[in-house]
């Protein structure tokens, strides 16, 4: 019975248990072992594994103190027990929470790990004003954002390299003392020793490699994951030949791009510009 393997994908309760059973297994803990230790019974454990009984928050938060996986398993909790993140995406989270490298270009905005507060807000006030989400999920997106961006002080620190388009220096968000306070942001963020910030110019034309927002993960099993978005939904390919073809793009978008001294350069004299406007 416990060999039985279920798709990841399918439900957010399925991969709350999938991670359960991984790390479970990884200690060579029997499940009725795992629910002494969590103050739960066999039974119990075996269903949120199988994903046929959804996970309290409680259980959630146990699991985290046994596993000292410190919220992983609360956040993830939140993730199915909220309707305002895109599709796709919550799987997505889990697996960055996890990852020892994240890279990422983004197209025309700044990415959502490098965001401040109020460049964040400025993006969720306007969902809200087009009705496409509520107030309460507004403050929802924003509250797991901060969550996700603790990954950046975490130790051991991922190492994450960042390419952003040059239109997001370019493109006013929440107005110039806002946008000025994220191009600050961006400076700081780039000193620090586990991140690399380039900017790919729009001088790259044609041979720039995306059209679209993609991630890149690699995993503590060396595995490789791909995720990109559209309108309306994530896609996460994992490692097989999509995520193989949107590395090489990667590596060719790194030599392309600018040099963290000129992307650095370019963040300050943009930052100009706002301060002057």
Known sequence: MESNRYDESSSLAI????????????RGWSQAYLGKLMGYSHGMVSYVERGKKPATLKFAVKAD?????GGTFQELWRM?????????????????????????????????????PDYAEAFASAAV??????????LERLDFLITRQRLIDRHPASR????????????????????????EH????????????QVAPFSLAEELP??????????????????????????????????????RDFHQLQVEALSK?????????SQGVRGTS
């Not at 994450?160 to 306070?181: C, I, K, N, S, Y």
Request: one cysteine or more; hydrophobic letters at 40%; charged letters at 25%.
């Open 210 to 247: 995306f059209t679209m927002m993609v991630t890149l993960l690699n995993m503590p099993d060396r595995t490789l994951l791909a995720y990109s978005e559209c309108q309306l939904r994530g896609f996460l390919a994992r490692d097989n030949a999509t995520a193989r073809a949107w590395e």
């Open 80 to 116: 199915y027990s909220r309707a305002s993140l895109l599709e796709g995406f919550p799987e997505y989270a889990l697996h960055e929470t996890r990852a020892t490298e994240i890279r990422h270009f983004e197209l025309g905005v700044v990415p959502g790990l490098l965001q401040t």
């Open 15 to 26: 991969r709350f248990g999938n991670e359960i059973r991984r790390l479970r297994r990884a």
């Open 160 to 183: 994450l390299h960042f390419v952003l388009d040059e239109g997001a220096l370019r493109r006013t968000v929440g107005g110039p003392e806002v946008m000025a306070r994220q191009l």
């Open 261 to 269: 001294a000129a992307s650095l350069e370019m963040i300050r004299s």
């Open 129 to 138: 004003r087009r009705g496409s989400i509520d107030e309460k999920q507004a």
């Open 65 to 69: 103190e046994v596993f000292e996986t």
């Open 186 to 197: 961006i400076q700081a963020l780039a000193t620090r020793p586990n991140v690399t910030i």
